[in-house]
Every structure is written in structure tokens, then in C-alpha cells.
């Protein structure tokens, strides 16, 4: 794969250079890190306080006429806004198929969310990790139910903490039936 990851907004330079870095290495991909775009303003709902989600993605997709699905070159949105899909109070990142595209928010990912003492690599290892679960989404991959698996649901960030940041075995398998080689 070819990941291009985009930062919104001001994203700290060594959470995009770790995301390169192990993107690569686990996904054994190339990684580009493209100039940082403005917060899409339209995305944002003033009554919830938090971004769109698909929006975003919708919004940013068509303003870099990067709408085109190529399995092989997904764009990666790093964005630093609280953000949430239709039905949830919120999400640490999704996945959208059709403009081939994923986000991740490292906002509430991050311990002083939840008034806890910074930790930037706490930060870096979760904002890997919910990187490489989109990426898998994007690969083709559902929720797995090993609980170490990168690919398991983690609706808070103990449940992120507690898994790797790699697939198991069963998901490697069914990326390698899709053609990925992911070692
Ligand atoms: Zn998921
Ligand atoms: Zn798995």
C-alpha cells in the first residue's frame, strides 16, 4: 500500500513521524506525510461541540479531488477535534470505503482528556494503534473478537491500552486472501 496521511489542523510532529514509522513497518507499506489542511469548519455541529466525521472526510476528499478508490492508496486524516458519526457520542477514528479515506482524533486519546498527566507516548502508541485498526478496516477487515488483536472493538482507551498494535494470526490470514502481504 501507499498511505498518504494528512494532518487538519495542528497535529505535533513526532505523533505523524511515529505514525509513518510503524504504519510502515506493520502495514509494510510506504508512507507519505502530506501538508497539514485547515479544520473543515462546515464539518463542525454546535450543538453536539464536536466534528462530523464523514464530513470531514467528504469535505476534505472533494477540496484535494483525491476521490478516486484504489485499494492500494488509502488517505490517512489526523485530526486533534473531538469527533463523532451519526449514533454515537463519539469515536476515536472511521473508516470511509467510498472516498477511500480514514480519520483518526487524538483528542481523546490523549490522558489529559480524562485528567490524567500528559504522556506523549502513550499518545503515540494509542494513535498507532487506532491508525493501524481504520487501516485494517480499510483492508477489508471486521471487529476480531482476540482481545490482544489490533482489529478488536475499543470503545475506551483501556481497551485501546490493552491490545498490540498488530494483527493475529486470523487477521493476517484473511489480509494475505485479500492480497496483502503483511508480515
Ligand atoms: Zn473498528
Ligand atoms: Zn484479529
Not at 492508496?73 to 485530526?79: C, D, G, S
Not at 490524567?116 to 502508541?125: F, G, V
Request: neutral net charge; glycine residues 4%; charged residues 25%.
Amino acid at each position: 500500500m501507499y498511505i498518504r496521511i494528512i494532518p487538519i489542523g495542528n497535529i505535533p510532529r513526532k505523533i505523524l513521524e511515529a505514525l509513518s514509522t510503524e504504519l510502515s513497518e506493520i502495514l509494510n507499506s510506504r508512507v507519505k506525510i502530506l501538508d497539514s489542511v485547515k479544520v473543515p469548519h462546515d464539518a463542525y455541529n454546535h450543538w453536539r461541540k464536536q466534528y462530523d466525521a464523514k464530513k470531514i472526510i467528504q469535505n476534505l476528499s472533494e477540496l484535494s479531488q483525491t476521490k478516486f478508490i484504489d485499494k492500494s492508496m488509502p488517505l490517512l486524516y489526523v485530526i486533534d477535534e473531538d469527533i463523532y458519526f451519526s449514533g454515537l457520542n463519539f469515536i476515536f477514528g472511521l473508516e470511509d470505503p467510498i472516498q477511500g479515506a480514514c480519520i483518526i482524533s487524538i483528542t481523546r486519546l490523549r490522558n489529559e482528556f480524562y485528567d490524567l498527566k500528559p504522556n506523549l507516548s502513550i499518545l503515540i502508541e494509542r494513535s498507532v494503534k487506532e491508525a493501524i485498526h481504520e487501516l485494517g478496516h480499510f483492508m477489508g477487515l471486521e471487529h476480531c473478537s482476540h482481545p490482544f488483536c489490533v482489529m478488536c472493538f475499543s470503545p475506551s482507551v483501556g481497551d485501546i491500552d490493552r491490545k498490540q498494535k498488530d494483527f493475529c494470526r486470523d487477521c493476517k490470514y484473511k489480509l494475505s486472501l485479500k492480497g496483502y502481504k503483511i508480515e
